[in-house]
């Protein structure tokens, strides 16, 4: 029996929140002798920082504080030097910020004041091996439970490089009030695998399974069980994550293929991929260190993204998204071990959300081909090359990938998307169907319904753009019966009908469905009053449309929408309101533009599109 004995606890609910939604402050700088010089870099350094511009934030940051050395300066400079990889610059600002203090009007708990310099000296001083050095910088108490959870998990890592395996586990077996203790499991398990005693792996992996690491663990407890040679219980677990829809699928995928048990229609060079991949997540102390903070970089940057999709089903539109931490978390994991591609991934996906396509590019160009997240940096890097406008690439890139794996159903996705941006129709059509082909072999009976909708949805949307109505309903309809309670389909499908004149009470139920699933979507909203608009239903369609623009108030379409509707009802001044409104939203199409500025000047809107007909709906 195993003497390894958890003890887990999870605390502070709000954790992840505070590090994805913390923003780094900056306050104008005092004057002094080079004020005029200073000022103008901080002022280029907070449009930069806005404009989402990391680089130029860093290097306008750096030359304020280099010639003013006043300390809100530096912290700034550290923050952008650290956010972009500038290790040797983040390391030097680190430890003047931790020199001068945290100014007390940022008071003492903020986190990427008080506890992220110390946090970076104590990751520069492991990865230089000095691990008295990190000891001492992380003994000291951290203001913010964010810092004490990653200065206990990193005490435990420093400990194993100093004093071995004992001192760590019992470090790591401590109960420390409030402090997050969620990842411990997966650390524990990590450092009895590094340390030859599989049993007690075992045991902290299966543990780890049921935390926030979850899918970490999995991946370590697979290759765990294969290298053991215990091949029934690793096959069972690769065979589970093989129908995962997510970044598991790849890993059970390979796993199969190492134990001889390929997918029926791998190719030979992922079958090659495959046997060259490694079977443990971390072989050195460092290696567990930036493990570390890769678990936060992830936990922030996936709690950052769930935010923003509940603001925007609460009605709060696209919230923006504020990731410089969990995109320092990401380079401190590099700053340990430069080879982590979980954690080069993190850096594209997190550039790329701050519309840096080229830093995007490069971060996942990094990612290796025997990764579990290779298939998903193929994907964003051709999206990052699509934003530079090098459209060739892109699709070369995603070609190239789907040769040598002939199991990736969502590359195949994303090419039939790219083909129909361009009206290749056909060319479309035939990777989405690929993309089915591949869902269905992948897919067990249990999964293959959750699996499968959304691809015969895609290639439906996809024949109804192409003007293919009767194939593209029957992949809606399918779509529909295997997810009928799916706000995207019935809201899409339902449209379609409205649109065409078809099965129209059938349509409006599919849509008002669809509000009752998702009640505060301005979109589903809007296909409801607008669905009512084209049937002459123009009180309706005002009582839809006005709530659809307090759910989305910046939205050129559904503004437009509620104009239109105003003017049928003889609400004029009403409908050159809305219009106005739409000509001051940013990034409005030109063909939009044309016509609102059409209507502003005579053009009548054009009634419902079937409100002749003789109808009770």
């Not at 940022?106 to 986190?111: R, S, T």
């Not at 409030?178 to 411990?184: A, C, L, N």
């Not at 890769?294 to 089903?313: C, D, K, M, S, V």
């Not at 990764?371 to 964003?380: E, G, H, K, T």
Request: charge should be negative; charged fraction near 25%.
């Amino acid at each position: 029996m195993s003497d390894f004995v958890l003890r887990s606890g999870l605390i502070g609910a709000g954790l992840f929140a505070l590090t994805a939604c913390a923003t780094l402050s900056a306050g104008a700088p005092a004057a002094t002798a080079d004020s005029e010089t200073v000022v103008g870099d901080y002022l280029k350094g907070r449009f930069a920082a806005r404009q989402r511009a990391l680089g130029d934030a860093a290097t306008a940051f750096s030359d304020a504080a280099e010639a003013s050395g006043q300390e809100r300066l530096t912290s700034q400079a550290f923050q952008y030097a650290l956010a972009t990889g500038r290790k040797d610059d983040a390391l030097r600002y680190a430890d003047e910020v931790l020199r001068q203090g945290v100014p007390e009007e940022l008071g003492a708990y903020d986190f990427t004041e008080a506890d992220l310099p110390r946090l970076t000296l104590a990751a520069g001083a492991l990865e230089d091996g000095d691990e008295d050095e990190a000891m001492r910088l992380l003994e000291e108490p951290f203001a913010t439970g964010v810092g004490r959870a990653l200065g206990f998990l990193l005490e435990g890592w420093t400990l194993y490089a100093r004093n071995g395996l004992e001192a760590a586990t019992t470090h790591l077996q401590s109960r420390p009030e409030d402090t997050f203790i969620g990842f411990v499991p997966l650390h524990l398990a990590l450092m009895f695998d590094m340390s030859g005693d599989p049993e007690n792996a075992e045991t902290a992996f299966a543990a780890a399974i049921q935390t926030p690491a979850a899918d970490t663990a999995l991946i370590g407890f697979a290759g765990l069980l294969e290298r053991e040679g215990k091949t029934d219980e690793a096959a069972r677990l690769y065979h589970r994550m093989s129908e995962d829809r997510g970044y598991l699928r790849r890993v059970g995928r390979m796993g199969l293929a190492r134990l001889g048990e390929p997918i029926k229609g791998e190719s030979s060079d992922f079958i090659r991929l495959a046997k060259q991949a490694p079977k443990r997540l971390a072989t050195e102390p460092n290696e567990g260190a930036a493990i570390v903070f890769l678990n936060f970089a992830w936990g922030a940057y996936e709690q950052a993204i769930a935010e923003q999709e509940a603001a925007a089903r609460a009605g709060f539109g696209d919230m923006a998204l504020y990731l410089n931490v969990p995109l320092s978390f990401a380079q401190l994991s590099l700053l340990l071990d430069d080879e982590r591609n979980a954690a080069h991934y993190i850096v594209g996906a997190i550039t790329a959300a701050y519309d840096q396509p080229a830093l995007s590019a490069a971060a996942l160009d990094q990612v290796e081909e025997t990764s579990w997240l290779y298939n998903y940096a193929v994907i964003d890097r051709a999206d990052a090359l699509l934003d530079l406008g090098r459209e060739d690439e892109a699709i070369s890139l995603l070609t190239d990938y789907a040769k040598q794996d002939a199991l990736a159903p969502d590359v195949y996705l994303r090419l039939a998307d790219l083909y129909a941006s361009d009206d290749r129709w056909d060319q479309s059509a035939r990777a989405a169907t690929e993309a089915i082909r591949i869902v269905e072999t992948l897919s067990s009976d249990d999964t293959r319904a959750q699996n499968l909708w959304r691809y015969r949805f895609a290639r439906g949307v996809g024949y109804v753009d192409a003007g293919d109505w009767p194939k593209g309903e029957e992949d809606l309809q399918a779509a529909l019966t295997l997810a009928p309670d799916e706000p995207l389909v019935l809201n899409y499908l339902g449209y379609s009908y409205v649109e065409r004149g078809e099965r129209l009470e059938e349509a409006l139920s599919m849509i008002e469905r669809a509000l009752e699933l998702e009640p505060n979507s301005g979109a589903i909203t809007d296909s409801l009053g607008w669905a009512h608009y084209q049937l002459g239903n123009y009180e309706q369609a005002v009582e839809y449309l006005e709530r659809a623009v307090e759910l989305e108030p910046g939205d050129d379409v559904i503004t437009d929408h509620l104009g239109d509707a105003y003017w049928q009802l003889g609400r004029h001044k009403e409908a050159s309101f809305e219009w106005r409104r739409v000509l001051e939203i940013e990034e409005l199409t030109p063909e939009l533009r044309n016509t609102v500025r059409g209507k502003l000047t005579g053009d009548a809107p054009a009634p419902g599109a079937l409100a002749h007909l003789d109808r009770d709906v």
